[in-house]
């Protein structure tokens, strides 16, 4: 039946009026242009560089902790000894690189090239012409040119160490740093663990396929099992089912990709439940910064495997160490040429092979310290600590998901303040209330003091100027003298009643009420009276007993312009 590629309709006699719509079945696509059955084998990127000169050597995970804490111990030396001093520390020389260097047939080589000339040089094997040949040759060393290369092939070890570390530590900081965007915008608290044991589970296994120490028995699962990195009950069984089948040591980089998916998996998630609830705190820009330390993690794993499969290639190597041994046998020989008959032991023989050893410690040396940083993932007491890198990301991460919230921000806060902060206030606004109470006692007592003191001189300035007062209209006889008695004693009750109330009782702050301010319709809205000067009350009081039609004087202690009462 031949199909058109689009929609057509067509009327069925079975369907009154319906209307069929047959469309083109178009067959899915492949997935693979391979034969039926075929299946591609997984092949590893750094295949047989990883420990390729330690086949079948296995090491227990207390061994490999032990081998740990050497280089954690080693780096601890070299941190804390300056380079000047390590001369004097004979007891530190098996760590040093003269051990490994007389291990190396061509040392010893060219030790035996030194002897042989100084046995010819001093049994006149050689005649004087033969001799004389010999100090030309003494200037054309080619010494420079074999620096270069040395120094050259050094350096190029150096910075390849430095590079692979700077990897690794990477690794370790973008684990903590997605751990911890995910302890913010995760709102599943157990999504934040699962994403926590995938990237540690990723970082452990890196490390097992990049050596033949490390292996999944003594390094992967003794780790998982000491931070609990795999899950619990059948969702264990799963994951470790399926690193079973990809098999670790065989091939870490495919296990390290599989874990990469996990943890995408696990963000993915998040941000489909964040989506679609629509109040998630896993936001886009989070979400990619996530994304992207992962990214980082996986990128700095895949360039360790890089380094582990390109390195220097054999023609360079071999011609380094070909010249450099070249090199030093002829330098060797002529000098031990210098050890003559007529030349003493210690300038022609003694003194000539400290040079030769100088010379092939600096130039063998040199070569085998460049090869032991060149590969840092070994077995050597230089190369990194790997198991203790591992275990730190691990504690660091696991810390960064557990942290304790910030709290609310100030204005949600239900309280500012602790009750010992307050309790610590209460006291300091007592002890000032307190203070300011006292003081404006003790300055109404000076003023009641000033005040009766100027008032006895007013009454003495009344009888010294001879005013007598007379019968008022009651024709009552009032004396001077006992009238401003009367009215000392009246003001002198006025300011003990005003002491009386504002002193404090008992040391307590006083308690104040809080008064309604009257309104305008209330009588007390209604202004007092300013109260009058005392001379003004001193006048009336003494002018009760004169006539009405006499004026009396004022003194001057209670004129307008003096300082009475008004003053106080």
């Keep these: 039946m031949d199909a058109p590629s689009f929609a057509a309709s067509e009327k069925t006699p079975g369907w009154q009026g319906a209307e069929i719509v047959t469309r083109k079945i178009r067959r899915p696509p492949t997935t693979s242009n391979l034969p039926h059955g075929t299946k591609l084998e997984w092949l590893e990127f750094s295949a047989g560089a990883a420990g390729a000169g330690d086949e079948g050597q296995t090491f227990s995970h207390e061994q490999l902790r032990a081998v740990d804490e050497k280089r954690k111990k080693l780096l601890t030396l070299a941190r804390d000894t300056s380079a000047s001093s390590t001369i004097f520390q004979l007891g530190e020389l098996p760590r040093t690189v003269l051990p490994r260097l007389l291990k190396k047939p061509i040392i010893w080589l060219v030790v035996l090239s030194f002897i042989a000339g100084s046995v010819v040089s001093r049994l006149d094997l ?4 033969m001799s004389a040949e010999t100090e030309n040759l003494n200037n054309q060393s080619g010494e420079t040119t074999v620096t270069f290369m040395v120094v050259f092939y050094v350096g190029y070890c150096y910075t390849r160490c430095n590079q692979q570390f700077d990897d690794v530590q990477l690794i370790m900081h973008s684990i903590n740093d997605a751990c911890l965007a995910a302890r913010v915008s995760f709102e599943d608290a157990l999504e934040v663990h699962r994403l926590w044991r995938y990237l540690n ?7 097992c396929g990049l050596t033949e120490e490390f292996t999944e028995s003594n390094f992967f699962i003794p780790l998982c099992n000491k931070f609990g990195l795999l899950h619990q009950g059948a969702i264990r069984a799963e994951e470790q089912a399926s690193l079973q089948r990809i098999n670790i040591d065989e091939s870490g980089s495919r296990s390290c990709a599989m ?6 998996e696990v963000l993915k998630g998040e941000a489909l439940r964040a989506s679609h609830a629509g109040k998630g705190t896993l936001s886009p820009p989070i979400h990619a910064r996530i994304m992207g330390e992962i990214n980082s993690i996986s990128i700095s794993i895949k360039r360790l495997f890089a380094y582990r499969y390109q390195v220097l290639p054999y023609i360079y190597t071999h011609l380094v160490s070909l010249s450099c041994a070249l090199f030093l046998f002829r330098s060797a020989f002529l000098v031990g040429l210098e050890f003559t008959p007529e030349a003493s032991i210690p300038f022609g023989l003694i003194l000539p092979a400290v040079g030769t050893a100088a010379q092939i410690i600096a130039t063998f040396g040199l070569i085998e310290v460049g090869e032991t940083i060149l590969d840092p993932f070994g077995n050597d007491p230089e190369d990194f ?3 203790h890198f591992v275990e730190v990301t691990a504690v660091s991460s696991h810390e960064a998901i557990n942290m304790e919230p910030c709290g609310k921000r100030v204005k949600e806060r239900e309280a500012y303040y602790d009750p010992m902060e307050l309790v610590a206030a209460n006291k300091v606004v007592r002890s000032l209330i307190n203070r300011y109470r006292w003081r404006k006692v003790l300055q109404q007592a000076r003023t009641k003091a000033e005040f009766e003191a100027r008032l006895k001189v007013a009454a003495s300035d009344l009888i010294d100027e ?3 007062p007379k019968l008022n209209h009651s024709t009552q006889h009032v004396h001077p003298v006992s009238t401003a008695q009367r009215c000392i004693s009246r003001d002198k009750s006025t300011l003990d009643h005003v002491g009386k109330r504002d002193a404090p009782r008992n040391g307590d702050a006083p308690k104040y009420r809080q008064r309604r301010r009257p309104g305008p319709t209330s009588p007390r ?6 109260p009058q000067p005392r001379s003004h009350r001193l006048d009336s009081c003494a002018s009760t007993s004169e006539h009405p039609g006499r004026k009396t004087s004022k003194s001057p202690a ?3 312009t003096s300082n009475g009462y008004m003053d106080a």
């Design 466 to 468: 001879g005013l007598q």
């Design 385 to 387: 600590a790997l198991l």
């Design 259 to 264: 874990l990469e998916v996990w943890a995408f």
């Design 525 to 530: 809205a209604v202004p007092k009276p300013m």
């Design 558 to 560: 209670f004129s307008e």
């Design 201 to 207: 589970m990723l970082h452990a296994a890196a490390y």
């Design 126 to 129: 050689i005649g004087d012409q």
